[in-house]
């Protein structure tokens, strides 16, 4: 049953069309149309929405906004709600009149004049009046399934219009997605309340349990990985520790790699423990020792990065997920240094894809955010988790991966062709040692990354020829790269892990996770090839 509404009854100036995200009730049995959920049905008739106003849409019509709001702003702007990026602007009325079929008119463009400011109950007006209702439903396509991108054909192109052309949760005729910044969300009337809490009503409840503008944001990163649900949070890590405790039993068993991300590693070893949880780490290619794990031990999840940190070693996907599913094990890939447009994790078997969106995705080294895509039933567990332990993504970082997401096909192209030209320029250098690239015929995984890969990704690790003092030499020499953590955004970024990431162990402690004094890793930015071309053989020469 959808959420109705009255013809007679004027719009409220916010009300919310998502995902009920509110914890402890996630009920698969409602409909479900990408982001918005009404209530329990057994119909698979279309939904539908009804616009009370002249047949143009909402596009016609001037908001009145409560009066400490609308006092601030000019005139113009009050005309004009597409530059307004706040909550107020949105407007929307639902119907349950299933028959209507007839496309949304394009808008007229009115130049009211202002509206005057009132006191009172908040409604929507028209030069001044209250519009009458067109009782005809409008219906909109693009709700009944907002993954239906069968006119675009390609990634870049889903990356800058999913969950935003192809239909998203927030009513507005500006062409970028507004920010709305708010922490609570309000119902009406106690028996509005009672509907939401009953599944009749859509509303997000509270800021903890989500926002339409990261709705968006996890609805265009779903499109790309070819995900059914993603859940986004405020960093990599983040959603990394809520996935394994959601998805893992106390007293269960996980498997992983000896070479991933090492605040990943010192969670597993650390803390999972204390759960009753215990790890079999085995290296990335080392299928038998896999196939020993699940026949050994009641193994919940096998949590892999591919390609993995520091050394992008890649793991077979469709193999180990194969495996695991028949000794009814999940899979979950860490997918970061690939991005979804260089591998499709789901696609090649895995169950759940995680991201750290503060590198590609996002892509302008100013945000921290983390993800996890999948089938709704993997991902609504650790959802009810991550309402309860927090790290909800702020929406203004929501929005920043929303506008970094619109180049990411252009940024990736960049830099995949930049890492590729570098790693056989590195590998050449008589002053390099090793490179570490899937891209390479010398990577032990090239076969397989050319399998389950598009392309390489834009890192490369290499050891140079030389000690501790030698390769901060090199580093030092460098004039565009930052030395920092971090990678996947439009500034290079050099990393020398054993002094980043492991300074704190010793030499021979270093030694054990492959980590050596002369190991580099660095992140190709946008920057023109020949650039970083001269300046890596410059810094090379001072060692």
Not at 220 to 227: C, R
Not at 237 to 264: E, S
Not at 281 to 307: G, H, M, R, Y
Request: aromatic letters at 8%; one cysteine or more; a neutral charge.
């Amino acid at each position: 049953m959808a959420v109705s509404s009255s013809c007679a009854r004027v719009f409220p100036t916010f009300e919310c069309r998502s995902d009920p995200e509110y914890p402890g009730n996630t009920r698969p049995e409602y409909l479900n149309f990408g982001r918005f959920t009404a209530g329990k049905s057994t119909s698979s008739k279309p939904l539908s929405v009804s616009f009370c106003g002249s047949p143009g849409g909402l596009s016609s019509l001037i908001f009145k906004f409560p009066p400490n709001f609308v006092r601030q702003l000019s005139t113009k702007s009050r005309r004009n709600c597409s530059n307004i990026g706040v909550a107020q602007v949105v407007a929307a009325s639902w119907s349950t009149n299933p028959s209507a079929s007839v496309p949304p008119p394009t808008a007229a463009v009115v130049d009211a004049p202002p509206i005057e400011i009132n006191d009172g109950d908040p409604t929507v007006v028209n030069g001044g009046v209250n519009p009458p209702c067109n009782i005809n439903s409008v219906q909109l396509p693009s709700l009944i399934d907002s993954k239906t991108t069968s006119f675009l054909t390609s990634d870049g192109s889903i990356a800058i219009h999913a969950g935003e052309r192809l239909g998203r949760g927030i009513d507005t005729d500006g062409i970028t997605t507004p920010v709305v910044n708010t922490s609570a969300y309000f119902f009406k009337k106690t028996s509005e309340l009672i509907d939401f809490k009953e599944g009749r009503h859509a509303s997000f409840e509270y800021g903890r349990y989500g926002n339409p503008t990261t709705v968006v944001a996890q609805d265009k990163i779903s499109a790309l990985e070819g995900a059914e649900s993603t859940l986004l949070m405020a960093s990599g890590m983040n959603a990394a520790t809520v996935m394994l405790m959601a998805l893992v039993p106390a007293g269960g068993h996980i498997v992983t790699t000896t070479d991933c991300y090492r605040k990943t590693r010192i969670f597993i070893e650390t803390v999972l423990p204390k759960m009753g949880i215990k790890a079999t780490v085995i290296d990335p290619a080392d299928v038998d020792a896999l196939k020993s794990a699940l026949d050994e031990n009641d193994v919940s999840l096998f949590f892999t990065e591919s390609p993995t940190n520091p050394f992008l070693r890649c793991v077979d996907i469709e193999l180990v997920s194969k495996l695991c599913h028949s000794k009814g094990a999940l899979v979950c890939i860490d997918g970061t240094f690939a991005t979804p447009l260089n591998q499709k994790a789901l696609a090649l078997g895995a169950d759940i894809v995680l991201q750290s969106a503060t590198k590609y995705l996002a892509g302008h080294n100013d945000v921290l955010a983390g993800c996890i895509s999948g089938p709704e039933k993997h991902v609504a567990p650790v959802r009810t988790l991550h309402n309860m332990m927090g790290g909800a993504l702020n929406p203004n970082a929501a929005y920043l991966i929303i506008r970094g997401m619109k180049t990411l096909h252009l940024r990736i192209q960049q830099q995949n062709a930049t890492a590729l030209k570098m790693a056989k320029l590195l590998e050449a250098h008589p002053k390099v040692n090793c490179v570490y690239y899937p891209g390479l015929a010398s990577h032990p995984e090239h076969d397989l990354a050319k399998r389950q890969m598009t392309g390489f990704g834009g890192v490369v690790s290499f050891e140079v020829n030389g000690d501790l003092m030698d390769t901060a030499r090199f580093v030092d020499a460098l004039k565009i790269p930052y030395l920092a953590p971090s990678f996947g955004g439009c500034e290079s970024i050099v990393d020398p892990p054993a002094i980043m990431s492991y300074w704190d162990l010793s030499q021979s402690e270093r030694a054990k996770y492959g980590i050596k004094d002369n190991l580099i890793r660095f992140s190709f930015g946008v920057e023109d090839f020949e650039d970083l071309k001269a300046d890596m053989l410059q810094a090379l020469d001072a060692i």
